[in-house]
């Protein structure tokens, strides 16, 4: 039962973290488009800056429930060592995301509208990947 409850809310909080993963680049690809409207670009800056720390949050709790499932529970396989290697590149696009927002907010530029949205599609690639290793679990 323990160990139920551990996954499950390992996953709803993984959930919530790549929610955060997916919008925050949507909302630089916003923040290149709005151009210098003042009043929608602050807006813009208070909701990623909010996002970003609650992506934080949701990611702090997920890895510590991760780690429970992990050391508690011995989950351990070679799928585990390349869905973690997978993750810590979602987070390092985290980062990189949350750097950009910060340069923005500092006034340095963005990258093009265009650029914004390839890069806003990076991470749908690796999450197809944990989940087809978390499942499949092929080694």
């Known amino acids: 039962m323990a160990y139920l409850l551990t996954k499950t809310f390992h996953l ?6 790549m929610a955060a993963v997916f919008y925050l680049p949507r909302i630089l ?20 800056r ?18 429970a499932l992990w050391l ?8 585990l060592h390349a869905k973690l290697a997978l993750v810590a590149l979602l987070l390092v696009f985290y980062i990189i995301t949350g750097r950009q927002l910060k340069a923005v907010a500092q006034g340095k530029a963005l990258a093009s509208p265009y650029a914004l949205r390839w890069f806003n599609e990076l991470p ?4 197809v990947m944990v989940v ?7 080694f």
């Open 132 to 138: 087809w290793l978390v499942l499949a679990k092929p």
């Open 72 to 79: 508690h529970f011995h989950i351990s396989g070679g799928w």
């Open 50 to 67: 909010r996002l970003y720390r609650f992506g934080h949050v949701m990611f702090g709790i997920a890895f510590v429930l991760g780690l």
């Open 124 to 127: 749908l690639p690796l999450l």
């Open 29 to 48: 690809v916003n923040l290149a488009e709005v151009g210098d409207v003042p009043a929608v670009r602050e807006r813009l800056l208070l909701m990623g």
């Open 12 to 17: 709803v909080f993984v959930i919530a973290w």
